[in-house]
């Protein structure tokens, strides 16, 4: 079994930053890739940005520029530092880890809200 925690989520005013931190622990042998997740209600679930293994990076158009993923694989902990935040990031965001020979598992989410 794997488990991710996430932290970090809350409310800020819009210009502000917040930093998510997810931690995976586990039967874990080796993970592939980490990344993160958003959801706003009545919407599918997006990608923010993702970090492989060898330190490929993606991020969606929309948090370019603003928002940061880093990993620390010895740890087993995933990062995304977002700064100005705007209200269009308000959203759920969920911690993602892809597991060699297990597959993908989530966090159960954290509340970011941001207000005008």
């Known amino acids: 079994q794997v488990q991710l925690v996430e932290s970090g989520g809350g409310l800020v005013q819009s210009g502000g930053s917040l930093r998510l931190s997810c931690a995976a622990s586990g039967t874990i042998t080796s993970i592939d890739a980490m990344g993160w997740y958003r959801q706003v209600p009545g919407k599918e679930r997006e990608l923010v940005a993702a970090?492989?293994?060898?330190?490929?990076?993606n991020y969606a158009d929309l948090v370019k520029e603003r928002f940061t993923i880093s990993s620390d694989n010895a740890k087993k902990m995933v990062y995304l530092q977002m700064n100005n935040l705007k209200p269009e990031d308000t959203a759920v965001y969920y911690c993602?880890?892809?597991?060699?020979?297990?597959?993908?598992?989530w966090g159960q989410g954290t509340q970011v809200t941001v207000s005008s």
């Open positions: 993602n880890v892809r597991v060699r020979g297990l597959g993908d598992y």
């Open positions: 970090i492989s293994r060898g330190g490929t990076i």
